[in-house]
């Protein structure tokens, strides 16, 4: 399995509504078994509890994994913003991610 790390992506989100359709971008800076990301965003995203530019995703789907090598590949997500020391967790969107 080819490693992600280093690819582009965008995530096109679905919830919250008060980023529906938005782009964020960013780049893929961790992988964990193919069903993990952690991606660094272009910008910092604010959730309630934390505010950062860090979001850990998984796909929605348990069955499905993360496609290494598949541009324009596309994967439903649940994210989660992480602080810079990963001790802080906020469930923050989900939305459609894709390799660019």
Do not use: C, W
Not at 3 to 30: A, C, E, Q, W
């Amino acid at each position: 399995m080819n490693s992600l790390r280093g690819s582009s992506v965008r995530i096109t989100v679905h919830k919250p509504v008060s980023l529906k359709n938005d782009h964020l971008f960013g780049t893929v800076i961790y992988e964990r078994h193919g069903n993990k990301l952690i991606v660094k965003l272009t910008e910092n995203l604010k959730g309630t509890k934390v505010t950062s530019n860090m979001v850990l995703l998984s796909p929605q789907n348990v069955k499905e994994t993360f496609k290494p090598g598949n541009q324009h590949y596309a994967v439903m997500v649940n994210g989660t913003l992480i602080s810079e020391d990963h001790q802080e967790l906020e469930t923050t969107l989900s939305g459609t991610l894709s390799f660019d």
